[in-house]
C-alpha cells in the first residue's frame, strides 16, 4: 500500500467521514468521528510522521489533559517506529491501521500490520535506562518496550495468522 488510504466505509471501526481540511501534506485521510479515528497507511516512515500528526489531531479534539496526550503521542510515536524498524525491517513497508476509540475516561488504541511478528509472540519487557550513566554513555535505543508498558494502563499483543495486533489502553481523567 503506497501512500495512506482513508478507512473504507462499513469498516466497523468509525462512521463518519472527517473533512481532511486539517490535514497537513501527506497526512494519511481520516475517517473520525467523535471519539474515533481509523487511519491507514503504509509502515513507511515518513507515513508513520503523517499518520501521528492526524492522531495527534484527532486526539487533541477529545477531553483529554494536555499532559496526557503527550504521553500517549510519545507510546504511539515508539509503536509504530517499532512497525517501520522490526515488523517491516529489510521489506517493503506494509500495511498498517491505527483505530482509535475514546468512550470518556479509557482510550483505547489499535494497531494492526502485517509485517514479522515480535519475538516468541510476547512484547518485550523492556530496561528503564540507567540513569546512573553519564548521558553521552547511554545506548541509542532499547528503551522503547520500556516506556510502552510503563506509560500506559493496559497492553496486549495478539498474532492472528499474518496480522500483528497491539492494543495500548489509557485512561483519561
Known sequence: MGAAKAAETGSGSASGDSSGSDRGSGDP???ATKGKLTLRFSGATDNIRAALRQARRHLASLPVPEDRLATIELVLAEALNNVAEHAYAGTRPGPVTLNARH???RLCIVLRDMGRPLPGLVPPIGT?????RPVDDLPEGGFGWFLIRDLTDHVDYVR???ENRLTLEFSTP
Open 29 to 31: 485521510p481520516t475517517r
Open 160 to 162: 492472528h495468522g499474518s
Open 103 to 105: 468512550d470518556g475516561d
Open 128 to 132: 528503564p535506562p540507567d540513569v546512573n
